[in-house]
Nanobody, 117 residues
Framework: QVQLVESGGGLVQPGGSHRLSCTASRIKSSIYAMGWYRRTAPGQRRELVAWLTTRGDTTYADFVKGRFTISRDHGKNSVDLQMSSLRPEDTAVYFC??????????WGKGTQVNVSS
């Protein structure tokens, strides 16, 4: 079973920057894409934040465009999310996602990011 381990959650001041990382292991097929989703409140659906295919195509949610940058290290099977100009509404549990080339999705357990003064 693919395992995704996130790191980097924590408390950040509004306007600040923060970086999330995720590393995948136990991968048995090729990776189609890796990315980040978030859940802003319990019971809410996870929403896409940013996604990056192995081919290099990126997708960003409108609410993070210009503020967040996604990047991947293909050799390490990892994906990072560099967040800047953080806002209180960015407070959420951030989940790492991996979609393999059979279009199966795998998820990390999530890491909490709190944006507050």
């Amino acid at each position: 079973q693919v395992q995704l381990v996130e790191s980097g959650g924590g408390l950040v001041q509004p306007g600040g920057s923060h970086r999330l990382s995720c590393t995948a292991s136990r991968i048995k097929s090729s990776i189609y894409a890796m990315g980040w989703y978030r859940r802003t409140a319990p019971g809410q659906r996870r929403e896409l934040v940013a996604w990056l295919t192995t081919r290099g195509d990126t997708t960003y949610a409108d609410f993070v465009k210009g503020r967040f940058t996604i990047s991947r290290d293909h050799g390490k099977n990892s994906v990072d999310l560099q967040m800047s100009s953080l806002r209180p509404e960015d407070t959420a549990v951030y989940f790492c996602n991996l979609r393999d080339d059979t279009w199966v999705d795998y998820w990390g357990k999530g890491t909490q990011v709190n944006v507050s003064s």
